[in-house]
């Protein structure tokens, strides 16, 4: 058969559906399994936001994997690499189902991200790979195969699969069904996936004919379209790579000052996406102008806002008449809003741009393998750069300052002459932005230090001749400590003599006079330990070895305490489960909070039924409710109520009731407890406030949890 006879040959409409059907499927069961994995093994490693992007560096250097493996296998003609193929795909349903064993629940004295790496490749390592091949690979048969139709809006179409797995998940998977239920759920979507790609590739190899045909035909057609230069694929790699990065150093952040749940992956996750399929299924959705005029202002914006993750729209909502201003006073998360909003709309225009240009150089089809594999080699060197060398290099989070500004200047590397002097100023903006951001996080600072778990920061400061240290974990104050002997072991920040811990403890002293046991979940400054007498036990379980070295550094808490102290090293959820007997606390305080973020796996009703647990009949568990975002009040309000506990809340606001002691901090926490006659005493009676039920609002399990519905 002659090259133009096996280009004119014409191709019936139905062909492709056996190969868009499998690619379809091959990207719903890729992105499907990432949430139902990560959302298991979040409460493992103290749901911080780190692990979601750890997760996400395996799954970039997977998808690399598979794309590399497409391309090398090329070179063995279609009918042996369709065969190689179907015996890979046959193996692959030896290592199902895809649920981890409980056996890689960490101890606490691992390495987090090595052990998260080795226990997504072990558990679901082969079948994600495989899925990972089907979208260049599949497009390759079908070129080889036809050579007719240019197979790229295929890649849309992976995409779109991908997008519906997605928001599919948080709306229509999670809800009704158990974490078992939706591991087995995609067990079985697999099996059917590999009935489908094993009988496309079979179909595939037997119409190739002989190999040598085949290589034939590509061999005499290669003339026509030039292999791409060098400096073209690095420049594909290097606006896949921005996309990655931006995609997760936006999510960290926004992550870190919220909650790390499948939600605020989901939202920036499926915006990059949605720009893939936008770019690929046709040029008329990338106006190049538009994105551009728009990244040089959105890009600065959010460099302007990176230290504070905080806007204050109080002014502008009270110069608004009161037809438009009432209501907005009505939304205090508003501002929140906002923000995420700028940092949501920046990524999807960053990546829109990225991935548009990409489109505009995307080569001939007999290289789009070469494409795919600099496509998923940019975006595995992204995740690697987020998730691994900038928590091993950068002593704080500056990751997201440094991006920008690459950003800005890739841009300006776009575009055309006469519009280089706007990205110029918009990389200068930048850039002033972002080193002013990076200077306001780290001036005065004494110590900073960093780990998988986050950043930890100590400061001085000084007012009416009284220096306080505080430690601030991301850019939330951890508790602290005043400096100079004379006010040596005294409770501070969050923890005063008003506080809900300072309330109780002082009732304490008075109705139970012998020793105390007691439990906290969350080091910090380890301020509670001033609570402490002679006599008492009190145990603290911290995840980050960098914050127990900071407290013995930085702080004397633990030291001073007259109580005997211990601290256990991991989780404190899975740091309780394993201790048996019950330890029958009298007060067990759950304060394990990273910056803003809400571990949210330490809020559901298994959380709460251990803790009931590890609670003298009368004890009472406390919880530290305070944040800028999220109301944990009524979530709070239903776990009480399911385990026949009382609970209630203490606001202290020590600016008006102390006086001008600068180190006291305005708080909410939450009194959970059996004991009413102690709720009824001086101490807390006229400062305890009930919480309402709100009924409409189920109750948080591990399983299902809604962030939306307690939004500020």
Not at 121 to 146: C, E, H, K, N
Not at 357 to 379: I, Q
Request: with cysteine; charged share 15%.
């Amino acid at each position: 058969m002659s090259v133009a006879a096996a280009q004119a040959e014409p191709v019936a409409q139905s062909s492709i559906w056996p190969y868009a059907g499998t690619i379809f499927l091959s990207a719903f069961l890729l992105f499907l399994v990432q949430p139902i994995i990560a959302k298991q093994i979040l409460p493992w490693f103290g749901g911080s936001a780190a692990v979601w992007t750890t997760c996400l560096v395996f799954f970039q250097s997977v998808l690399l994997a598979g794309y590399a493996y497409a391309d090398l296998t090329a070179r063995l003609g279609l009918r042996r690499q369709a065969l190689l193929h179907i015996g890979l795909l046959v193996v692959s349903l030896l290592t199902l189902p895809i649920l981890a064993s409980e056996s890689w629940k960490p101890q606490g004295d691992e390495a987090p991200i090595l052990r998260i790496l080795l226990l997504l490749a072990v558990t679901i390592g082969l079948p994600y790979f495989l899925l990972s091949t089907t979208t260049p690979l599949l497009q390759a048969w079908y070129w080889q195969r036809f050579r007719t139709v240019v197979p790229y809006r295929l890649f849309a179409l992976s995409n779109f699969a991908s997008l519906l797995a997605l928001l599919g998940f948080p709306v229509l998977f999670e809800p009704p069904l158990s974490l078992p239920q939706l591991g087995w759920g995609w067990t079985f979507l697999y099996g059917s996936f590999v009935l489908v790609c094993a009988a496309t590739g079979w179909m595939s190899a037997r119409a190739a004919g002989n190999d040598g045909a085949t290589r034939q035909v590509v061999a005499a057609t290669a003339h026509e379209a030039a292999a791409p230069s060098l400096a073209t694929q690095l420049m594909w790699l290097a606006l896949a790579a921005m996309g990655s990065i931006m995609l997760l150093a936006v999510t960290n952040h926004v992550t870190q000052n919220i909650s790390s749940v499948p939600f605020l992956w989901v939202l920036p996750l499926s915006l990059y996406l949605i720009t893939f399929i936008l770019c690929f299924d046709h040029p008329r959705w990338y106006v190049r102008p538009l994105v551009v005029a728009v990244l040089v202002i959105v890009t600065p914006l959010m460099a302007a806002k990176i230290s504070s993750f905080s806007i204050d729209l109080s002014g502008f909502i009270a110069a608004l008449p009161d037809a438009w201003g009432a209501p907005l006073r009505e939304l205090p998360s508003l501002g929140f809003v906002v923000l995420v909003a700028l940092y949501m709309a920046g990524l999807f225009v960053a990546c829109l741009f990225c991935h548009g240009e990409l489109a505009r150089m995307k080569p001939d089809p007999r290289h789009l393998t070469r494409f795919y594999l600099m496509l998923s080699l940019g975006g595995a060197v992204g995740a690697v750069l987020v998730a691994i060398v900038a928590p091993f290099t950068l002593r704080g989070y500056f990751e997201l300052n440094v991006v920008l500004v690459l950003l800005a200047a890739l841009v300006l590397a776009r575009l055309p002459g006469r519009f280089r002097i706007v990205g110029a100023l918009a990389v200068a903006a930048t850039a002033w932005f972002a080193v002013e951001g990076g200077y306001e996080y780290s001036h005065e600072v004494r110590l900073m230090a960093r780990d998988f778990y986050g950043v930890v920061r100590t400061r001085d400061r000084e007012e009416y001749g009284v220096k306080y240290r505080a430690m601030y974990h991301g850019g939330i104050v951890h508790g602290g400590q005043l400096q100079g002997d004379q006010y040596r072991n005294l409770p501070s920040d969050y923890f005063g003599p008003t506080s809900g811990y300072g309330r109780l403890f002082a009732a304490l002293n008075e109705t139970r006079p012998g020793p105390r046991d007691v439990g906290v979940l969350g080091l910090g400054a380890g301020v509670i330990a001033a609570y402490g007498r002679a006599g008492d036990t009190m145990t603290f379980y911290e995840i980050s070895q960098k914050v127990v070295d900071i407290e013995r550094k930085e702080f004397g808490f633990l030291r001073d305490t007259p109580a005997k102290t211990r601290v256990i090293l991991g989780d404190g959820r899975l740091s309780l489960e394993r201790e048996i007997p019950p330890r029958k606390y009298d007060v067990l305080g759950i304060d394990a909070f990273a910056g803003d973020s809400i571990p949210m796996h330490l809020v559901t009703r298994e959380a709460m039924a251990l803790y009931a647990r590890h609670l003298k009949e009368n004890g009472v568990i406390v919880f530290q409710a305070t944040n800028r975002y999220i109301d944990l009040m009524p979530v709070l309000k239903r776990l009480a109520l399911e385990e026949g506990m009382e609970a209630v809340l203490v606001s202290d606001s020590p600016a008006s009731s102390v006086g001008m002691f600068y180190w006291y901090s305005s708080t909410d926490q939450v009194l959970v407890t059996r004991n009413k006659a102690l709720l009824e005493h001086p101490q807390l009676k006229d400062a305890a406030e009930p919480i309402p039920d709100r009924k409409d609002l189920p109750t948080f399990t591990d399983a299902h949890h809604n962030l939306v519905r307690i939004l500020k």
